[in-house]
Antibody, heavy 130, light 109 residues
Framework: QLQLQESGPGLVKPSETLSLTCSVSSGSLFSTSYSWGWIRQPPGKGLEWIGT???????YYNPSLKSGVTISADTSKNQFSLNLSSVTAADTAVYYCARHMPQRYCSGGTCYPTGSLDIWGQGTKVIVSS | QSVLTQSPSVSGTPGERVTISCSGS????????VTWYQHVAGKAPKLLLY???QRPSGVPDRFSGSRSGTSASLAITGLQSEDEADYYCATWDDSLNGWVFGGGSKLTV
């Protein structure tokens, strides 16, 4: 059974960059057209999609976070990462990584990761505080 | 303010049937299939339904889903205490080019 595990610092100072890594237990990250995403849940609030990196390497980000977010992948390590720059207290949350099902929607030569997020990591809590 | 609208809370007694609704627009639910998640505090969200009404292996058939126009709903029959959790709808939004979630509905049994 595929497993995902988030790792990274639990405490980040305001204005710094939050960096998390998701390790995928088996298989090859992009070998079977899977895409990989990051989601977060601030305290007392609901789930919020942060962004996704597709098997093609294309990335899609939440427009409300877009300017500060970067998702990348290291296929040699079977890992993908999240960088969120210039964080504030509002970025305090439990961060999850997850796999998208292979379904995608293609239009005009561009494909989008419309497959549901089916396998999730356990989540890692990140607090932004000085 | 979430792009998808859910009632914040719903309750029922054991054995009862409850429904949770999710309202969106033409750029999300109106054109893309809906996913439902069950989230128990402290655990990873669990995929409950995908493609509007498809259950992953292991999800009991007490859980069912439907979509009509720009709305979707999750139905739970034979309510059990273990169903107490937060439930989220989600889908792709063509205008935002991204995934959107509902605000979540807290089910109390």
């Amino acid at each position: 059974q595929l497993q995902l595990q988030e790792s990274g610092p639990g405490l980040v100072k305001p204005s710094e960059t939050l960096s998390l890594t998701c390790s995928v237990s088996s298989g090859s990250l992009f070998s079977t057209s899977y895409s990989w995403g990051w989601i977060r849940q601030p305290p007392g609030k609901g789930l919020e999609w942060i962004g996704t990196i597709m098997y093609s390497g294309s990335t899609y980000y939440n427009p409300s976070l877009k300017s500060g977010v970067t998702i990348s992948a290291d296929t040699s390590k079977n890992q993908f990462s999240l960088n969120l720059s210039s964080v504030t207290a509002a970025d305090t949350a439990v961060y999850y990584c997850a796999r998208h099902m292979p379904q995608r929607y293609c239009s005009g030569g561009t494909c989008y990761p419309t497959g549901s997020l089916d396998i999730w990591g356990q989540g890692t809590k990140v607090i932004v505080s000085s | 303010q979430s792009v998808l609208t859910q009632s914040p809370s719903v309750s029922g007694t054991p054995g009862e049937r409850v429904t949770i609704s999710c309202s969106g627009s033409g750029s999300n639910i109106g054109s893309k299939s809906v996913t439902w998640y069950q989230h128990v505090a402290g655990k990873a969200p669990k995929l409950l339904l995908y493609s509007n009404n498809q259950r992953p292996s292991g999800v009991p058939d007490r859980f069912s889903g439907s979509r009509s126009g720009t709305s979707a709903s999750l139905a739970i029959t034979g309510l059990q205490s273990e169903d107490e959790a937060d439930y989220y709808c989600a889908t792709w939004d063509d205008s935002l080019n991204g995934w959107v979630f509902g605000g979540g509905s807290k089910l109390t049994v």
